[in-house]
């Protein structure tokens, strides 16, 4: 019997690498689409590990040894033809203080992002619209858009967005894990403070608008959701979240929501982070959640950050078997498509951020997710959507008067 199953396993091995080997007719197909196609990612967290001394974004980097998945070597080595690196700020205190520290951060960000275009002029180029894109495409380069992902660097002043827009961003994601000035978080321990946008945040959305940022709805409570796609002239995207159907949590997305965001001309980004593709056990989800809590209000020295990184590797080696796959990004996608159509689903990894599944691991693999999204019998022209088109459609509605 034993050696039955053996033998009986060892054919299914080999099936296994002939259907998914180099000479796979859908593996060949897939790599065609994936060359000819704009292959963007709304949300990658870059400038996490730009931040960090010595970090080189224009030379290759093995994820493996440094746990970094993005570098402009890697995107061109797997046709990523744009991402929208995103400033990211923690969410501190909401006093004038910690808004002073998290302008001073933000603009440093984007200082190392435009450093590094500059450094690497052969590489990659900024990008701020649909047109800048496709050039750059084109050219045989890296298109870098700049998102911001928390508003908390906005402050309580409104003159900070034109700042933003003039620097490159062309997102802001209205809140992170608690709430900000502008609205409420789906995730603030301390639970509502506004139920929806504040007073300030419902002068912010119509100034993004007017500037011609998209007001990005990941991260942020159902009742911020709802008052902020009312309040939008702009259809609004979701720079990374995915379906609650499939995986609830509260960061992730309704059936309802969804239609909503579809309703109006918007996306919703699929991210791959494992968390919010496949329900954890309450063990694993616990321990998560100790860790990420445990920064938040707070000013982080970096003794503190690098304490919470390694508290954070030993719960994912801990937790390794209920680690997402490439198919669970693909069910999400699926899930999107049948309730609105192909019109409203794109891609927002989170790669440096939390994403990476199995068989997905930094952006040079992302060719991995074309084949099963071909696999799967989605045509040339529905990929194309799927990995940029929709956002670059939505871009360009991003400047409403
Ligand atoms: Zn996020």
Known sequence: MLSLFFSTLLTLNALVIQVSGPDDPIAKKARKIHQRVLTLDTHADAPIMMQKPGFDVGVSHDTKKDGSQIDFPRMKKGGMDAMFFAVYTAQ???????????????????????????KYPDLAELATSPADAYRIQKAGK??????????YPIGKDLSMLKTYYDLGCRYITLTHFANNLIGDSST?????????LSDFGKQVVPEMN???ILIDVSHVADSTFYDALALSKAPVIASHSNC????DFPRNMTDDM?????????????????????????????????????????????DMKARLEAQSDSVAK???????????IVDHIDHIVKLVGIDHVGIGSDFDGGGGVNGLEDVSEIENLTAELVRRK????????????NLLRVLGQAKVQ
């Open 142 to 151: 890296r298109a870098v858009f700049i998102g911001m992902e928390n508003g």
């Open 188 to 196: 603030d321990p301390d639970g509502p403070i506004y139920g929806g």
């Open 210 to 212: 007017r500037l011609g």
């Open 92 to 118: 501190g205190p909401r006093t004038d203080s910690g808004h002073a520290e998290a302008k001073r951060n933000a603009l440093n960000q984007f200082d190392l992002v435009h450093q590094a275009l500059k």
């Open 258 to 302: 969804i239609k909503a965001i579809a309703a109006k001309g918007g996306v919703v980004q699929v991210n791959f982070v494992s968390d919010y593709l496949k329900k954890p056990s309450d063990a694993h989800r616990a321990a998560k959640t100790k860790i990420r809590m445990a920064g938040v209000g707070k000013i982080l020295s970096g």
């Open 244 to 247: 609650r159907a499939l995986c």
């Open 378 to 389: 989605y045509s040339e022209a529905d990929i194309a959507k799927i990995w940029g088109g």
């Open 318 to 328: 801990v937790y390794a078997s209920e680690r997402a796959s490439l198919s669970d």
